[in-house]
Structure formats: C-alpha cells, structure tokens
C-alpha cells in the first residue's frame, strides 16, 4: 500500500514564493519517481515538474521553468516544490504523484498513486 501526502499550499500574493512539501510511503524499501501537476478550475491537469532519479534527470513545464525548483531528500520519497515569483496564473490544486517505473514522467496517466492534493492561491 502507497500513501502519498502533499503540504504546504496556501494564499499568496502575486510574487511571493511558497514551497510545497511530498512525502510517498510505502510497505516495502522503494525508490519512486516524483512529479508535481497541478489543476486549475475548469482546465486539464497539467505536468508542472518530475525528478526521475533512475534517469538522473529533472523535467520542468515550460510555464514554470526558472521560476519553480524540485528538490529530494537523498534516497528517500520525499520531494519539495520550491514556487518564486509567483503569478495569479499559477493558482490551482496541486498534486503530488509517484511510480516505480514509467517512460514519459510528463505524462500523468504514467503515475501510479497521488495524493490527495493542496490548493495554491496567488492573488492580490
């Protein structure tokens, strides 16, 4: 069984920073792949960031790109959104997901289990 748990979401104004926190848990000693996306209301969700530890690589949306971090706890399932300059656009419900294994860390459909979700609300 894998529990996934996000943090941290809240209201912010136009750009201020907010760092989001995930934690995956599971019964047994694994390694996940994790991803951040995010869902605005009345749209898709949409990939926002991935670290992928068995690739050694890092993904970012081009949205969010220089103004978003990921950063992992070494050689634990725990990784944290780091948001800067914040925009009224960035407003959503953020998700945490996880999978052992996947070929596209940008496509939601390849991940396994999420969390339940934070909202982030940017606005003056």
């Known amino acids: 069984q894998v529990q996934v748990a996000e943090s941290g979401g809240g209201l912010v104004q136009p750009g201020d920073s907010l760092r989001l926190s995930c934690t995956a848990s599971?019964?047994?000693?694994?390694?996940?792949?994790m991803g951040w996306f995010r869902q605005a209301p009345g749209k898709e969700r949409e990939f926002v960031t991935a670290?992928?530890?068995?690739?050694?690589?890092?993904y970012y949306s081009d949205s969010v790109k220089g103004r978003f971090s990921i950063f992992r706890e070494n050689m634990k399932n725990m990784v944290y959104l780091e948001m800067n300059s914040l925009k009224p656009e960035d407003t959503a419900v953020y998700y945490c997901?996880?999978?052992?294994?996947?070929?596209?860390?940008?496509?939601?459909?390849?991940?396994?289990?999420w969390g339940q979700g934070t909202q982030v609300t940017v606005s003056s």
């Open positions: 997901a996880v999978a052992l294994d996947l070929a596209n860390p940008m496509s939601a459909n390849e991940y396994t289990h």
């Open positions: 670290h992928n530890w068995r690739a050694d690589k890092i």
């Open positions: 599971a019964r047994t000693n694994v390694r996940f792949i």
